[in-house]
């Protein structure tokens, strides 16, 4: 069974009624001045200014320092060591002297 195509449909019916929506949310809106509900809100959970910079330089800071710390573990060699064949054999020669 195929639904039913045109003006009747529901797109368009959601359409229409999204439509008249957003013109009644444009009508209705408070003016930028104005005191409402939603700036009320957004104003008592808004994180200010300096706390995201004071956070922002701890991460620079941080940052800087694993930096540093990663450079001087890959810039480090293992110890120079001389493999012996034998090493049983130097222990013995040393027991001997």
């Not at 008249?20 to 994180?47: C, M, Q, S």
């Not at 940052?63 to 034998?86: D, L, Y």
Request: aromatic content about 16%.
């Amino acid at each position: 069974m195929y639904l039913l195509q045109g003006f009747t449909s529901a797109g368009w019916r959601y359409t229409i009624v999204g439509a008249l929506a957003v013109v009644a949310f444009y009508k209705y809106a408070p003016a930028a001045g104005e005191d409402n509900f939603v700036t009320r809100y957004i104003a008592h959970y808004y994180t200010p200014k300096e706390v995201w910079e004071r956070i922002n330089n701890k991460h620079l800071v941080m940052t800087a320092e694993m930096q540093e710390n990663a450079q001087v573990i890959q810039g480090a060699k293992r110890p120079p060591i001389h493999r012996f064949r034998h090493p049983q054999c130097v222990y013995y020669r040393s027991y001997l002297s």
